[in-house]
């Protein structure tokens, strides 16, 4: 069975750009989350999608949205792109079903460099 | 609010010592915690959730609701088991994470 898998795996845009990652779980899991891993504040929560929908929401600004297709497939966006949004963005799926609390499997993650 | 709190940023320890790392969380509910581990170059990728109560890899850790912590031991250290850990709490809320800052545990041969 394939991994999760995040393209692409490195970006480099520039101040006030925005920006599209993707992410595709591993085949019948419907939960993704995603997740921001900097030096500094270390992994942070952005969101989750099931079944298509938002279930949780971190502490990120509007410019960090996200979705989340009928094939599960996830792709989050970051508009007006800062300095600060340089990072690893992880994607990770799971089996979750309503309030289920299940493994996460993460991706290799996407490395995102602003300039 | 809930955290989750790992006191060593760098753990360093020789072949065959006992290795603890220390995770402490702050949470009022009843919650599920993992420890996650990042091998060189991998993924990160699940090594223990409390609740199955198993040892991988020879590492054990037990949920202690009174101290709210959730150490990870090891009772003799390889050089395999050098990696960045990761202790992570589930606050019942599907599929969010939280986690702490990470161990990088070093076992010098």
């Known amino acids: 069975k394939a991994g999760v898998t995040q393209t692409p795996r490195y970006l480099i845009k520039t101040r006030g750009q925005q920006v599209t990652l993707s992410c595709s779980p591993i085949?019948?899991?419907?939960?993704v989350s995603w997740y921001q891993q900097t030096p500094g504040q270390g992994l942070q929560f952005l969101f989750e999608?099931?079944?298509?929908?938002?279930?949780n929401k971190g502490n990120f600004p509007g410019r960090f949205s996200g979705r989340q297709f009928s094939n599960s497939r996830s792709e989050m966006n970051v508009s007006t792109l800062e300095l600060g949004d340089s990072a690893l963005y992880l994607c990770?799926?799971?089996?979750?079903?309503?309030?289920?609390?299940?493994?996460?499997?993460f991706g290799a993650g996407t490395r995102l460099s602003v300039l | 609010a809930q955290r989750v709190t790992q006191p060593e940023k760098l753990l360093s320890v020789f072949k065959g010592a006992p290795v603890e790392l220390k995770c402490n969380y702050s949470?009022?509910?009843?919650?599920?915690l993992f420890w996650y581990v990042q091998y060189s170059r991998q993924r990160l990728q699940l090594l223990l959730r409390?609740?199955s109560r198993e040892s991988i890899k020879g590492f054990t850790a037990d949920l202690n609701k009174g101290e709210t912590s959730f150490h990870l031991k090891k009772p003799f250290a390889q050089e395999e088991d050098s990696a960045m850990y990761y202790c992570a709490l589930n606050d019942n809320q599907g599929g969010k994470l939280i986690f702490g800052q990470g161990t990088e545990l070093s076992v010098k041969p």
């Open positions: 949470y009022s509910g009843s919650p599920e």
């Open positions: 990770a799926s799971s089996l979750a079903g309503p309030q289920a609390k299940n493994i996460q499997y």
């Open positions: 409390h609740i």
């Open positions: 085949s019948g899991h419907r939960s």
């Open positions: 999608y099931f079944s298509e929908t938002q279930r």
